[in-house]
T-cell receptor, first 111, second 113 residues
């Protein structure tokens, strides 16, 4: 079975400051890793994914994440956040066809 | 990119009635679709995996007779909440599998009064 831990339920950040949203996972098999963003009352939008290859992956809206197998982590980063980045962010792992989501991190940007 | 739609986006129904939610893949065929439920300020919980032409696979604890899933075509899966109760009020999200990714619909807000 797989599990995903997002330790930070809420992260407030000043506008134009950098941010890191943490994600750790556990799995007995190889997994694929994803970050999704959810705006209020909307579905999920894929930010980025790690399937194989380079451990640093770049996604949309200036976000990037680094896969660290030894630490079983897949932290999401952005060097300078914008007000429009205010949303809920979910880390997920996929084994087979099923996705297992973390509990989400609410990113709030402070003007 | 792959687009998934859901209808309706919001629905209010009376306790004891049934409501159907549709999930469509607009520009691709999906042999597998997924139904999730999301409570306020919580994560998505997988309810069931819907396979075209066969019975859905339900996750542990999900009542298959209450949440009826039909995947009659490669572009449409439906979730019917039967005899709805206020505790069924939630945000329901579907996704469709395509090229090793899941593409999510915009969600349906169900309120049972």
């Amino acid at each position: 079975a797989q599990s995903v831990t997002q330790l930070d339920s809420q992260v407030p950040v000043f506008e134009e400051a950098p941010v890191e949203l943490r994600c750790n996972y556990s799995s007995s098999v190889s997994v694929y890793l994803f970050w999704y963003v959810q705006y209020p009352n909307q579905g999920l939008q894929l930010l980025l994914k790690y399937l194989s290859g380079s451990t640093l992956v770049k996604g949309i809206n200036g976000f990037e994440a680094e896969f660290n197998k030894s630490q079983t982590s897949f932290h999401l980063r952005k060097p300078s956040v914008h007000i429009s980045d205010t949303a809920e962010y979910f880390c997920a792992v996929r084994a087979g066809e099923k996705l297992t989501f973390g509990t989400g991190t609410r990113l709030t940007i402070i003007p | 990119g792959a687009v998934v739609s859901q209808h309706p986006s919001r629905v209010i129904c009376k306790s004891g009635t049934s409501v159907k939610i549709e999930c469509r893949s607009l520009d691709f065929q999906a042999t597998t679709m997924f139904w999730y439920r999301q409570f306020p300020k919580q994560s998505l919980m997988l309810m069931a995996t819907s396979n075209e032409g066969s019975k859905a696979t339900y996750e542990q604890g999900v009542e298959k007779d209450k949440f009826l899933i039909n995947h009659a075509s490669l572009t449409l899966s439906t979730l019917t909440v039967t005899s709805a109760h206020p505790e069924d009020s939630s945000f329901y999200i579907c996704s469709a599998s395509h090229s090793y990714e899941q593409y999510f619909g915009p969600g349906t807000r169900l309120t049972v009064t």
